[in-house]
């Protein structure tokens, strides 16, 4: 079954960096785009980030375009978000989650536990 | 950019009640929606996607119609574990942008 596992979040500064982790299992990880969506306390979900499967194509949020960068390493099973001069506002669960097979433009079917990033002095 | 709206944004319905919940897209983005239930602490888990297509595992009871800019999702017979906050998300686009949500809750 899909199995995704987020790591790395935790407290930071305002205008420092953090980079999470996504492990992914029990699919052809190489095969599929990925998501990051993220939900700020009580919030709604926000869409972050998308990457198609061969690292071709990737498109941000307005609110993190120039902020933050999708990656992955399908050697690994792995993929990255490197958030950089993060905010207050960036403060949230940060989900990963496996697009939906087909075309670049397809949502999120499954998703990860979650991260918690706290951009916090 | 489009922007998507959902209504009501909340609701109170009894077990058994026909719930509707309407989404609305600022410009047309034909049948590229998705309908998401995300229950309390819970990760978001996919309902539908093309807007009427049932992702696979998701009870009967749940459907959804529209094309264009409007879109509902309906649950014909209200259950309790349906109380949940229903999300719906476009993506005709490289902007996946959610609607605002929906909480169900039982009378």
């Known amino acids: 079954q899909v199995q995704l596992v987020e790591s790395g979040g935790g407290v930071v500064q305002p205008g420092r960096s953090l980079r999470l982790s996504c492990g992914a299992s029990g699919f052809s990880f190489s095969s599929y785009g990925m998501h990051w969506v993220r939900q700020a306390p009580g919030k709604g979900l926000e869409w972050v980030a998308v990457?198609?499967?061969?690292?071709?194509?990737?498109d941000y949020a307005d609110s993190v375009k120039g902020r933050f960068t999708i990656s992955r390493d399908n050697s690994k099973n792995t993929l990255y978000l490197q958030m950089d001069s993060l905010r207050a506002e960036d403060t949230a669960v940060y989900y990963c989650a496996k697009k939906l097979p087909g075309s670049y433009y397809e949502p999120p079917d499954y998703w990860g536990q979650g991260t918690l990033v706290t951009v916090s002095s | 950019d489009i922007q998507m709206t959902q209504s009501p944004s909340s609701l109170s319905a009894f077990v058994g009640d026909r719930v509707t919940i309407t989404c609305r897209a600022s410009?047309?983005?034909?049948?590229?929606l998705a309908w998401y239930q995300q229950k309390p602490g819970k990760v978001p888990k996919l309902l539908i996607y093309?807007?009427?297509t049932l992702q696979s595992g998701v009870p009967s009871r749940f459907s959804g119609s529209g094309s264009g800019t409007d879109f509902t999702l309906t649950i014909s017979s209200l259950q309790p574990e349906d109380v949940a906050t229903y999300y719906c998300q476009k993506y005709n686009s490289a902007l996946f942008t959610f609607g605002p949500g929906t909480k169900v809750d039982i009378k």
């Open positions: 410009q047309g983005i034909s049948n590229n």
């Open positions: 990457i198609s499967h061969d690292e071709s194509m990737e």
């Open positions: 093309a807007a009427s």
